[in-house]
């Protein structure tokens, strides 16, 4: 039997107080908590009915209106007003609409370090993985009892570890890599577990880029999408908080699950058909799909190196006159860098609608609704029938880049071909 | 625990967007409102089949997708007596014992549309008495038998003000 540790065995064991190991169970500190609007109503019912005053933190707290942003309808009105008279009066960290998706904000405004254990109520909270925090996704109610008491139980999860060697070539991003990833173990390849991602490919890989990767773990089944920290984490943590932090690293002789390493250097474009993530096809061998919509944007792909390497497609060139692009920045900052770095009027001018940085394409909320029979291909993380608000449209998954190239030409198409 | 119905049957990687879909879960709190569009997307009559009890009986995977707890709010709230599945996805899973629904893990191979169903949770026995097989439960987890048995995450911290799982 090993005695090293996995990061989740090493994370989960500091925030406990107790020396633990997989399959433990614990009831663990919480660095950070997160609502978007929703599940933050929910949250907000169920604080009221467990009958608590205060929330144990608020500096710890942050609530984010991005899935209705701005509103569409008066329902939704009424639950965000619900939400800012709660983060009013509790005095939580509020992101109103405009601000961004949470996974962009929760990071870049500084709220989660390398090594915090952070809950969300949004199975994308995933994503912090990438800065080294075991980050997890839970429901409105584990949300609420973690506001009221700083903490949350969990059972200590295995992990898979993935080692990815060789480096992307040119033209393919980290969400073909992810999604190769996940059509290969398939959608509960990795249930119950933490995954670590590691090996050069992800090391050769910016932040931004990592964060795409975490953030899609979930569609694998894991619990958290764990790496660990390294000079540019170090570096992007500093430029954006002022907490302190200590990385933690896997120990050479921890203990995995699963263990599968993969050589990514030959890797080509990957979509992900409807109606699931794990129908994951290279581009080569994917046929003719002629293209309706495209949407580039996300908690998954609306950084800045996204819009950059779409707008280095885009750039000079008009979209099909079969199809749209609806592209809605992660954030008001990249918002308003893109804009600086002449980004927008490139987007403008190739004639994209530019929409308020929220989640509302990938999730139907609004901001996209497809209609009946059309095929959208989007730089989202899911593409289950029905998703994105009409259950008689077709979802494929791809990399920003594969998404500008594919509205130009009107079909599905590698975009190595405007690149190369 | 004693559960008794009977069973409509679904496939593998049964997503909570199918569950309840995002056109309607984000506009209300209204859970009786959203249980009439239970399992629209994979079969529009649902929710006038059911009788008050009866089980969804799924493949592998059952609850994948986001972890809005509209999802099990809404099969309660459509007078589902429980869930059972070969697996769970794990925020789903976590979602259904905070709110109440109980989760029963066993091979569902063995069970067929309409098939009628006795359960006992506290036993850990299934009765498929349709086709007069007993199937084994996967218990529980300790922690997770005690909130669901307290009535929910929302009960446990009524009573206890925080988690509690020592005597």
New interface residues.
């Given amino acids: 039997m090993k005695l090293g540790k996995t990061i989740a065995e090493k994370i989960l064991s500091h925030k406990s107080g107790r020396d633990v190991k997989a399959n433990d169970?614990v009831?663990a500190d919480l660095d950070f908590i997160m609502g978007q609007?929703?599940?933050s109503?929910?949250a907000i019912?169920?604080f009221q009915?467990?009958?608590?005053a205060r929330v144990f933190d608020p500096a710890r707290i942050a609530m984010v209106i991005d899935?209705?942003s701005p509103s569409p309808?008066e329902?939704?009105s009424e639950?965000h007003r619900q939400m800012r008279v709660f983060a009013r009066e509790q005095q939580i960290n509020f992101y109103d609409i405009g601000e961004g998706v949470c996974h962009q904000l929760v990071p870049e405004q500084g709220h989660v370090v390398p090594g915090d254990l952070v809950i969300g109520?949004?199975?994308h909270?995933c994503t912090y993985g990438a800065i080294n925090a075991l980050s997890t996704?839970?429901?409105?109610?584990?949300l609420?009892?973690g506001i009221?008491?700083g903490?949350?139980?969990f059972?200590v999860p295995e992990t898979f570890k993935f080692i990815l060697n060789g480096r992307l070539g040119e033209g393919v991003y980290a969400k073909d890599l992810i999604l190769f990833l996940i059509g290969d173990v398939t959608?509960?390849g990795a249930?119950?577990m933490a995954a670590e991602y590691g090996g050069e490919a992800v090391a050769d890989l910016s932040i931004e880029a990592r964060f795409t990767i975490s953030n899609m773990a979930?569609e694998m089944?894991a619990?958290c999408g764990l790496m660990e920290a390294d000079q540019k984490t170090v570096e992007w943590v500093q430029q954006h908080s002022r907490k302190e932090f200590k990385p933690v690293f896997a120990d050479p002789d921890a203990n995995y699950a699963r263990v599968k390493e993969y050589d990514v250097s030959a890797l080509e474009p990957q979509i992900a058909r409807p109606h699931?993530v794990d129908n994951v096809v290279g581009i080569s061998q994917l046929g003719e799909v002629s293209i309706q919509q495209g949407v580039i944007g996300t908690c998954t792909n609306g950084r800045m190196e996204d819009l950059r390497i779409a707008a280095q497609i885009l750039k000079g060139q008009k979209i099909s006159k079969e199809a749209r692009l609806i592209i809605a920045p992660a954030s008001r900052q990249i918002m308003i860098a893109a804009m600086r770095e002449g980004l927008m009027e490139i987007f403008l001018q190739a004639g994209a609608a530019v929409v308020t940085p929220g989640c509302g394409p990938c999730?139907?909320?609004h901001n996209g609704v497809p209609s009946d029979g059309e095929n959208v291909i989007s730089t989202a993380n899911?593409n289950?029938?029905?998703?994105m608000?009409n259950?008689k449209a077709f979802v494929y998954l791809g990399s920003p880049a594969t998404v500008a190239a594919s509205v130009i030409t009107g079909q599905i198409t590698d975009p190595r071909q405007f690149l190369l | 625990m004693k559960l008794a119905g009977k069973c409509h049957k679904f496939g593998n990687?049964v997503?909570t967007?199918?569950i309840i879909?995002?056109?309607h879960?984000?506009?209300?709190?209204d859970m009786k409102e959203l249980a009439k569009h239970v399992m629209e997307?994979l079969d529009p009559e649902f929710y006038t089949r059911v009788s008050k009890g009866d089980f969804i009986v799924a493949g592998?995977?059952f609850g994948?997708?986001?972890?809005?707890?509209?999802a099990p709010?809404a099969i309660i709230n459509a007078d589902i007596g429980a869930v059972i599945a070969k697996?769970f996805?794990?925020?789903f899973y976590?979602?259904c014992i905070?709110?109440g629904l109980p989760l029963i893990e066993c091979d569902t191979d063995q069970i067929n549309v309409g098939d009628q169903l006795k359960i006992d949770l506290d036993q850990g026995t299934l009765l498929n008495e349709t086709t007069g097989a007993v199937i084994k439960i996967a218990p529980l987890?300790p922690?997770m038998l005690k909130i669901l048995s307290e009535g929910?995450?929302?009960e446990h911290?009524?009573k206890h003000g925080?988690?509690q799982?020592e005597e």
């Fill in positions: 169970i009831i609007d929703g599940t109503p929910l019912k169920a009915d467990m009958q608590a899935h209705s309808l329902g939704v639950l109520a949004d199975s909270t996704g839970v429901g409105s109610t584990d609420a009892a009221i008491s903490k949350l139980w059972k959608a509960d249930t119950y979930i089944g619990k699931t999730v139907g909320t899911r289950f029938k029905g998703r608000g259950n | 990687d997503n967007d199918y879909s995002g056109r879960k984000f506009k209300t709190l997307d592998t995977n994948c997708g986001s972890s809005r707890e509209q709010l697996s996805a794990r925020i976590r979602n905070n709110t987890p922690v929910g995450l929302v911290f009524k925080t988690f799982f």
